[in-house]
């Protein structure tokens, strides 16, 4: 599996645009980028997936360069329940891959 | 839909005792995984299976036996608990195609004194 690496921690306030980036150098060409948002005493969530370019879906946007070495995570208008650990996973999830988690993102968001 | 359940929430253990945490899914996905959490930390995973009577270790296994007679469960046991092993425990599955995403459990909080 691809190592990423992400950001510690980020601050933002409410109504901002909250851009995470995640770094995959040796990203390989059937890995998938998915991001998963946990919330404190709960169990993390998928909340979005891509392969390269753009994707977006109700919850947020994903942007992947053409060399996929990187990838960003974009929430628009965070909100003070948008305060959440955000990991970025990269992988082929082939059927017998084992799925690593990273350390993540640890997001506050300030009123 | 249930999705992912698991038992109990919370569990307090001396050293040396053993338990049980259970995890079921009603999802009839094929993977399933199990990760601990310590606080401030990101997921660690211990075991993971891909079907039936199927299992492998993941990146912090001992410690934990894991089994996995039917598709919906995937027990994980202690068998003599230690305080290195308080942690909030999490269970995931997930169908068995490419890229499919997991879904977690609600977690189980274990104190070893």
């Given at each position: 599996?691809?190592?990423?690496?992400?950001?510690?921690?980020?601050?933002?306030?409410?109504?901002?645009?909250v851009n995470i980036t995640c770094s995959h150098n040796n990203i390989a060409t059937n890995d998938y980028i998915t991001w998963y948002q946990q919330f404190p005493s709960q169990g993390p969530r998928f909340i979005i997936q891509g392969y390269k370019t753009k994707v977006t879906n109700e919850v947020a946007s994903l942007f992947i360069p053409a060399?996929?070495?990187?990838?960003t995570l974009s929430l628009p208008r965070v909100s003070l329940s948008d305060t959440a650990v955000y990991y970025c996973l990269v992988g082929g999830y082939s059927s017998a891959s084992k799925i690593i988690f990273g350390s993540g993102t640890r997001l506050s968001i300030r009123p | 839909n249930a999705g992912v359940t698991q038992t109990p929430k919370f569990q307090v253990l001396k050293t040396g005792q053993?338990?049980?945490?259970?995890?079921?899914?009603?999802?009839?996905?094929?993977y399933m995984s199990w990760y601990r959490q310590d606080p401030g930390m990101g997921l660690r995973l211990i075991h993971y299976s891909v079907g039936a009577g199927i299992t492998d270790q993941g990146e912090v296994p001992n410690g934990y036996n894991?089994?996995?007679s039917t598709t919906e469960d995937f027990p994980l046991r202690l068998l003599s608990a230690a305080p290195s092993q308080?942690?909030?425990?999490?269970?995931a599955s997930r169908s068995q195609?490419?890229?499919?995403?997991?879904?977690?459990?609600?977690?189980?909080?274990?104190?070893?004194?």
């Open positions: 599996l691809a190592k990423t690496t992400q950001p510690i921690s980020m601050d933002s306030y409410e109504g901002q645009e060399d996929r070495k990187s990838s | 053993s338990m049980t945490l259970q995890c079921a899914q009603d999802m009839n996905h094929e894991v089994s996995r308080t942690s909030v425990y999490f269970c195609g490419s890229n499919e995403k997991l879904f977690f459990g609600s977690g189980t909080q274990l104190s070893v004194l």
